[in-house]
Antibody, heavy 120, light 108 residues
Framework: EVQLVESGGGLVKPGGSLRLSCAAS????????MNWVRQAPGKGLEWVSS????????YYADSVKGRFTISRDNAKNSLYLQMDSLRAEDTAVYYC?????????????WGQGTLVTVSS | EIVLTQSPGTLSLSPGERATLSCRAS???????LAWFQQKPGQAPRLLIY???TRATAIPDRFSGSGSGTDFTLTISRLEPEDFAVYYC?????????FGPGTKVDIK
């Protein structure tokens, strides 16, 4: 069974940093692209970033480009999102989602999300 | 950036009725790389349809997707009680891989 478990969320002040992690199990992690999608309280889904299976291709939403960095460690079956220069508008539940195959960027399987709150 | 517009914003229907949801793109979606998701309150999204018309694993056949270019449709042939939720489309043909704002299907 595919399992994705996000961690690392919490309360952070504007301008601060957080690193989110997503632990994957139940599939061969190195074969699949991975994605981060967020959802602000009471709002819709917003795609944040995607990474191909071997990290050759990385994509970011304009709203986070230059502030967030996606990465993965295939040996540890883990996906990461380093978030710097955080703003109030980054407050959201952050989901990690597995792609259909190596270069697909829609979420087939999703974690339950981790809440990031940016507030002073 | 491809902007996706979903209509209607809210669809009020009764169980057993047919639901037709629209997703329009501001420019053509490459290779019909469009997905549909269902989300219920407090839950993560669930993939329903990918590549515009392919049902994901274990999705009932009352859900169907169609369309190409800039116009896409999700149809639920006969609404079951568990289908009342918010539905999102997402294009993944070109970065940024944008989502639409969602259509809420609620009980009339």
């Amino acid at each position: 069974e595919v399992q994705l478990v996000e961690s690392g969320g919490g309360l952070v002040k504007p301008g601060g940093s957080l690193r989110l992690s997503c632990a994957a199990s139940g599939f061969t992690f190195s074969h699949y692209s991975m994605n981060w999608v967020r959802q602000a309280p009471g709002k819709g889904l917003e795609w944040v970033s995607s990474i191909s299976s071997s990290s050759n291709f990385i994509y970011y939403a304009d709203s986070v480009k230059g502030r967030f960095t996606i990465s993965r460690d295939n040996a540890k079956n883990s996906l990461y999102l380093q978030m710097d220069s955080l703003r109030a508008e980054d407050t959201a539940v952050y989901y990690c989602a597995r792609g259909q195959y190596s270069g697909s960027y829609y979420g087939v399987s999703w974690g339950q999300g981790t809440l990031v709150t940016v507030s002073s | 950036e491809i902007v996706l517009t979903q209509s209607p914003g809210t669809l009020s229907l009764s169980p057993g009725e047919r639901a037709t949801l629209s997703c329009r793109a501001s420019q053509s979606v490459t290779s019909s790389y469009l997905a549909w998701f269902q989300q219920k309150p407090g839950q993560a999204p669930r993939l329903l349809i990918y590549d515009a018309s392919t049902r994901a694993t274990a999705i009932p056949d009352r859900f169907s997707g169609s369309g190409s270019g800039t116009d896409f449709t999700l149809t639920i042939s006969r609404l079951e009680p568990e289908d009342f939720a918010v539905y999102y489309c997402q294009q993944y043909g070109s970065s940024p891989f944008t989502f639409g704002p969602g259509t809420k299907v609620d009980i009339k």
